[in-house]
């Protein structure tokens, strides 16, 4: 008996020395024990594929694809009475009018389909500003800052690291970003400008027309006339 | 012991076929089978599970992108989560950013760095860069992103304080009972949706967080799904 309770001391402190115990880290895959259709062969998001010479599970599309609807939809994209929104409704898509003129104002029709096949109003309200903001604090506040002044972390670092960087960086407060019509600002966010990369691929149309709404009202808080803030609301602003 | 022993082997009174030593056998054997079985049952218990075989699994990235620098309100720069994996809240997959997310403000900041090399062949040649992945479940398990952060599940529940890690690395177990924990008691987790990204929040006090979990899971009519359906197809 004793001999045997040593082999199993032996043993176990063996396995413990050779296991670790839970918590510690490693570069190594983890291990399946039963590993029964854990891993299938089929396609996923982002997932690798040797097939393709590029080694990626998505295909782009073919040249000269026509869009109907997104791969977020799909119901709608086989729907017998589909149409196409962006089509009947270009200038929300494009921020541009019938002539390529930036529009002035916020597009009248959204992209939302009504039963009847009209196109849905489009409202700048306070649920279009709440969307905007929450868009614009994490897309937009990075580099232009929570304000819109141009002060976001990139300058801040720049500023850190000696970077060019803190040159480029856009001040929206500035009388020429506020002479923009809305269209154009629409334009910038879905397709760059100068430094600044397109953000078409992270915000829909609809979103992109939230931060223009939300970062007008950016504008108009940091140009407020004193005579029009609150007295209680004066009071407290230094 | 001993005198147990003795006392399992004394003279019988009658003469005995077997050796002596066999009259205590039956109870050593006993012995040794229950201390073999808690040693057994202390290793599967141990070993045998997620959180021995996948929490903490590290692998090296092909591109060493720092988590704790970038992301998170506590970080350097306080990215949002969501600026880089940017489709969580709209699609059923959290998306590793492309190459030109990178870009965005790597173009401008050191885009010659050698760390940046790949990413920068990347955005040049639209060639992949091959992450790995450390989040795994198994691909019978349909887990939709946007439908728990758009519902005050935040990403710590399951991915930790990523926003702490320099090499992310798995955290929790992310096996089946891991997730009937949350979808049996969601008001233990659920928290407001302006909170999602910040990793780091925590209600005032565990009474507090029951509260206005339970509210939540009123007020957004949260039933998490317990059957089988709910996450296997």
């Known amino acids: ?238 | 012991m001993r005198k147990l022993l003795a006392f399992l082997n004394r003279p019988a009174s009658r003469g005995n076929f077997a050796p002596r030593a066999a009259n205590s056998a039956p109870f050593k054997i006993l012995v040794c089978l229950l201390i073999t079985g808690v040693v057994v049952v202390a290793a599967v218990n141990e070993y045998a599970t997620n959180k021995y075989l996948n929490v903490g699994y590290t692998p090296d990235q092909p591109v060493a992108f720092d988590h704790s620098f970038h992301a998170g309100p506590d970080s350097v720069l306080g990215l949002d989560c969501r600026y880089c994996h940017n489709f969580v809240e709209k699609s059923p997959h959290s998306n590793v950013p492309t190459a030109n997310t990178c870009w965005n403000c790597h173009s401008i900041v050191k885009p010659d760095s050698p760390a940046l090399a790949l990413v920068k062949k990347s955005v040049e040649t639209g060639e992949a860069i091959r992450w790995v992945k450390v989040h795994k479940v198994p691909d019978y398990v349909y887990f939709p992103h946007s439908v728990h952060v758009n519902r005050g599940v935040s990403c710590v529940e399951c991915h930790g304080r990523i926003d702490q890690q320099v090499v992310v690395g798995q955290q929790k177990s992310l096996n089946m009972s891991f997730c009937l924990d949350c979808h049996r008691n969601p008001e233990q987790v659920l928290r407001p949706l302006d909170k999602i990204t910040d990793l780091g929040y925590k209600a005032a006090t565990p009474a507090d967080q029951v509260k206005q979990g339970t509210k939540f899971v009123h007020d957004w009519k949260i039933n998490p799904p317990q059957s089988c359906s709910g996450c296997h197809r």
């Open chain 1, 1 to 238: 008996m004793s001999r045997y309770l040593a082999f199993l001391a032996v043993a176990t402190l063996a396995l413990v020395s050779f296991l670790g115990f839970q918590g510690k880290t490693s570069k190594d895959t983890p291990v399946m024990v039963f590993d029964d259709m854990d891993y299938q062969a089929k396609y996923k998001p982002q997932g690798e594929n040797r097939f393709f010479a590029d080694g990626r599970d998505a295909r782009p599309p073919v040249a000269g694809t026509v869009a109907r609807g997104d791969g977020l939809a799909p119901l709608t994209v086989f729907a017998a009475d589909y149409r196409r929104a962006e089509s009947l409704n270009p200038s929300f898509v494009t921020g541009k009018d019938a002539t390529g003129a930036f529009l002035a104002a916020f597009p009248a029709k959204s992209l939302a389909l009504l039963p009847g096949g009209e196109l849905a109003p489009f409202r700048v309200d306070a649920r279009l500003l709440e969307l905007g903001r929450a868009k614009y604090q994490v897309y937009c506040a990075v580099c232009h800052g929570a304000a819109a002044d141009g002060n976001g972390i990139m300058k801040v670092r720049s500023a850190v690291e000696g970077d060019a960087a803190i040159a480029t960086i856009a001040n929206l407060q500035a009388p020429l970003f506020r002479a923009y019509p809305h269209g154009q600002i629409y334009d910038v966010i879905a397709n760059g400008k100068n430094t600044m990369q397109p953000y078409g691929d992270k915000l829909s149309p609809e979103e992109r027309w939230a931060v223009v709404a939300y970062l007008r009202a950016l504008q108009l808080s940091q140009a407020m006339p004193a005579d029009l803030v609150p007295a209680a609301v004066k009071a407290t602003v230094k």
